[in-house]
């Protein structure tokens, strides 16, 4: 007699790996219908529900937009048409959190590439858009993971060594920006000041990177998990300086 339970539990398991891959495309589905929103409000100027009204948005030369209102105005004069919207990296800050990261990317009717970082707000109906940062795509070079790993290990390294204020002088660019839903921490003077804890003796805290993610060859987008003091998500902005080295110039912890 012939046996079938091998192909009852082949057919079984094809079953599973089907429905999983149904609940994982239909979480991708609702990870982007709020980029679809996005876009729907860029492509008709229909912004209602789009950004929190404390939302942020950081500019190519590091320069900050606040608010909502001040937001739309300066997304209008854009005047893009975007035909296809990506999330590459969608995670939440904790497993509790009303707040998830996000790398992504759209195309342009002119058949420009940009890349957005965000952070979403998800204490609401439905979630808003609290910081902003996008910046076109460009060449890259091939080194440039490797770069961003060596200042990585020397930003863990200085970390360790609880010196807040070397810390922020050796990796931060000199108008770096530090955000943890709190109001905007600006300049390397602030940031030193805010991270004082970091001087602590019992201090310690390694990055671990999930997503490092380059626009161009000056920019590169970072998501990751801490581990050690803190034990949440992290957020990086790499940018790189006219001498070619490599600083953080925006950080999040929410």
Not at 78 to 102: F, G, L, N
Not at 129 to 139: F, K, N, Q, V
Not at 188 to 213: D, K
């Amino acid at each position: 007699m012939k046996s079938y339970f091998p192909l009852i539990a082949l057919l079984s398991l094809m079953a599973c790996q089907t429905t999983e891959r149904s609940a994982l495309a239909e979480k991708q589905t609702q990870d982007l219908i709020p980029n679809v929103r996005w876009i729907e409000a860029v492509n008709n100027q229909q912004w209602e529900n789009i950004y929190h009204k404390k939302a942020i948005k950081i500019e190519a030369d590091g320069s900050l937009i606040k608010g909502r209102e001040a937001i739309i105005e300066a997304q209008k004069q854009k005047k893009w048409q975007v035909e296809v919207i990506e999330t590459i990296r969608i995670i939440s800050t904790h497993r509790d959190s009303s707040y998830q990261y996000e790398i992504g990317q759209f195309l342009t009717s002119d058949r420009k590439t940009y890349y957005h970082l965000l952070i979403w707000n998800l204490e609401g109906e439905q979630p808003l858009r609290e910081l902003e940062m996008i910046a076109s795509g460009g060449t890259l070079d091939s080194g440039i993971l490797a770069a961003i790993d060596q200042r990585r290990a020397e930003w863990i390294k200085l970390c360790n060594e609880r010196d807040a204020a070397n810390l922020v002088e050796q990796l931060y660019s000199e108008n770096a920006l530090y955000y943890n839903h709190k109001p905007m921490v600006e300049g390397r003077t602030a940031i030193t000041q805010e991270y004082s804890y970091m001087n602590r003796p019992e201090y310690s805290l390694m990055l671990n990177p999930i997503i490092v993610q380059p626009v161009n060859d000056s920019l590169v987008f970072e998501l990751g998990q801490c581990s050690g003091s803190y034990g949440g998500k992290y957020m990086l902005l790499w940018q790189k300086d006219a001498t070619g080295k490599w600083y953080v110039s925006m950080d999040s912890n929410v």
